[in-house]
């Protein structure tokens, strides 16, 4: 009897070690695994559940898990079905159908002076994305906030020069060089196509040329606005919300708050580390091609820049991930 007892306890220990009791080892292993799980075709993202000493694997579609392992250095893996993650500029009127969000008091695709948050922008090259918000940069000078891929990329994903004109609303919704509201003033550069790469933001500042409302976001029924100002982190199960150029004002639910995620940018990919997840909430999709820069937030603080999705899932850079290498504030 005492040997079964003994062996019955050294079987649980054998199996509370394997499981990872220790949330520190966890992710070292989702960190030392991390390159190769993101080269198997169909992975999406990776991150860890401390709670349940899991790492989480996101996938494209269901039948991937088949491709990725069920333990890691004695850890389980647990799938989880998001989609492919994009960058969400806007690339059709199929895609993106801004008509079918919203009302025309103010429309998101209109051209404005003062500029504000939740309109259409975009520089030269690409179709349209979504003017963050308004605030200063650390001279005092107005600026805007949106991604790079809106602001600072070309179609082929290639860096503009400073300087590069800006348009508001962005080409792909009339915008032309009647309606520059300013230039290229500073981006968070992008590693591409590596499976090392340390990527946490995909963002970029304009110098506006014409007066802006600072931290004015426009609000859910398009006719007037709600502030955003300071900034704060979110846990999971939090409610966030943003104002984009497509969906308007959305709502979604935070469901990991340190992901690492595979994002497309059509010809080129990205790994992104410590990423915020939302989910859509009511099968309402919290995002959707257009939006990308819009700025997220709780309760009238900012939690991140919004910048990738799929239909059921979005990702947002955080906030510190932002404003510190662009040296703002909001």
């Known amino acids: 009897m005492k040997k079964i007892i003994i062996i019955a306890i050294l079987a649980i220990f054998l199996i509370s070690m394997a499981s990872g009791a220790n949330p520190v080892k966890v992710k070292e292993v989702r ?13 999406s993202g990776v991150s860890v559940d401390e709670e ?17 392992p069920k333990v890691l250095d ?24 801004f008509a079918a969000y919203q009302t025309l008091t103010f429309s998101r695709t209109g051209s404005y002076n003062p500029v504000f948050g939740g309109i259409s922008v975009g520089n030269p090259y690409i179709t349209a994305g979504t003017l963050g918000l308004v605030t200063n940069d650390g001279s005092g000078k107005p600026i805007i906030l949106s991604n790079a891929h809106v602001l600072a990329l070309n179609s082929q994903n290639k ?12 080409p792909y919704d009339g915008g ?13 550069g992008i590693t591409f196509n590596s499976y090392r790469a340390n990527n946490k933001a995909d963002a970029a500042i304009a110098t506006l040329s014409i007066p802006g409302n600072k931290n004015e976001i ?14 704060t982190t979110v846990s999971v199960n939090d409610i966030v919300r943003k104002s984009g150029r497509t969906t308007g004002v959305t709502t979604g639910i935070v469901t990991d708050t340190a992901a690492s995620v595979k994002v497309s940018y059509g010809g080129k990919w990205a790994i992104f580390k410590d990423q915020i997840i939302v989910s859509n909430l009511n099968s309402i999709k919290f995002s959707d091609g257009g939006d990308s820069g819009s700025a997220v937030d709780k309760d009238g603080k900012f939690i991140g820049l919004l910048f990738a999705g799929s239909s059921t899932t979005t990702v947002v850079n955080k906030a510190g991930n932002v404003l510190a290498p662009l040296g703002i504030n909001v």
């Open 74 to 97: 004695g850890f389980h893996v647990r799938h989880k079905v998001i989609g492919r993650i994009e960058a969400l500029q806007t690339i059709s009127a199929i895609e993106a159908p």
């Open 176 to 188: 032309n060089s009647l309606n520059k509201i300013g230039v290229l003033s500073k981006y968070i």
């Open 31 to 43: 960190e030392k695994h991390e390159p190769e799980l993101f080269a198997i075709e169909g992975v």
């Open 218 to 231: 426009l609000n859910e029924t398009n006719d007037g606005f709600y502030i955003i100002s300071g900034t």
């Open 159 to 170: 860096f503009l020069p400073l300087g590069t004109p800006i348009y508001q609303p962005g």
């Open 52 to 68: 349940n000493n899991e790492i989480i694997v996101y996938i494209e579609k269901p039948e991937i898990s088949k491709k990725v």
